[in-house]
Structure formats: C-alpha cells, structure tokens
Nanobody, 119 residues
Framework: QVQLVESGGGLVQPGGSLRLSCSASGSISSVETMGWYRQAPGKQRELVAQITRFGTTNYADSVKGRATISRDNAKTMVLLQMNTLEPEDTAVYYC?????????????WGQGTQVTVSS
C-alpha cells in the first residue's frame, strides 16, 4: 500500500507565501515524477508544477516565477513553495506521484489540502 500525505495548506493573505509538502510512504522501490495539481470550485483539476527524480521541473504558466518545486535527497518527498499568492490560487491542492513497486509503476494521488488566499 502506498500513501501520499500532504501538509501545509491553510488561509493566506494576498501577497503571502506558503509551502506545501507531500511524503510518499509504503512498500516503494522508487518514486519517479512527483507533482502538485489544484482544483478550484467549478473548475477542472490542473497541473501546478512537477519534478522528475532527476530534478527536471515543469510549471504552469500561471505560477511561473512564483512557485518552486523541489524534492528531498531520498526522493520520496516533494515540496512546493509558492510566493506572492493571489486569490486566484485558492483551490484544493493535490499531490501526485508515479510510484514503482515490485517492478510496476502506478500513479497515486494524495487526499488534497485546501489553500485559501483571502484578506
């Protein structure tokens, strides 16, 4: 069994910052690409940022210059630092990971963490 556990959401004022973290646990051989997605009310889930196990990153245009995604040395944790937050960043943020177990790769989602940007 694999779990992705997220933390770091909450209420932030416009212009503020937050850091989201996600840790993968379970019987894992390796974790390949990890990323963050978000879903605002009435909208489709969208990619925010992702990072491969080799450190290659990809960001949504809406967060470029404001977000930094990184991974720990063990490659099982992913961090998302977001600065200069805007009300439009309000959404449920989901961690996503491609996990290899027993020679097979499968995609997993975290349970989601609410981020609200409001004064």
């Amino acid at each position: 069994q694999v779990q992705l556990v997220e933390s770091g959401g909450g209420l932030v004022q416009p212009g503020g910052s937050l850091r989201l973290s996600c840790s993968a646990s379970g019987s894992i051989s390796s974790v390949e690409t990890m990323g963050w997605y978000r879903q605002a009310p009435g909208k489709q889930r969208e990619l925010v940022a992702q990072i491969t196990r080799f450190g290659t990153t990809n960001y949504a245009d809406s967060v470029k210059g404001r977000a930094t995604i990184s991974r720990d040395n063990a490659k099982t944790m992913v961090l998302l630092q977001m600065n200069t937050l805007e009300p439009e960043d309000t959404a449920v943020y989901y961690c996503n990971a491609d996990v290899v177990r027993f020679g097979n790769m499968k995609n997993y989602w975290g349970q989601g963490t609410q981020v609200t940007v409001s004064s």
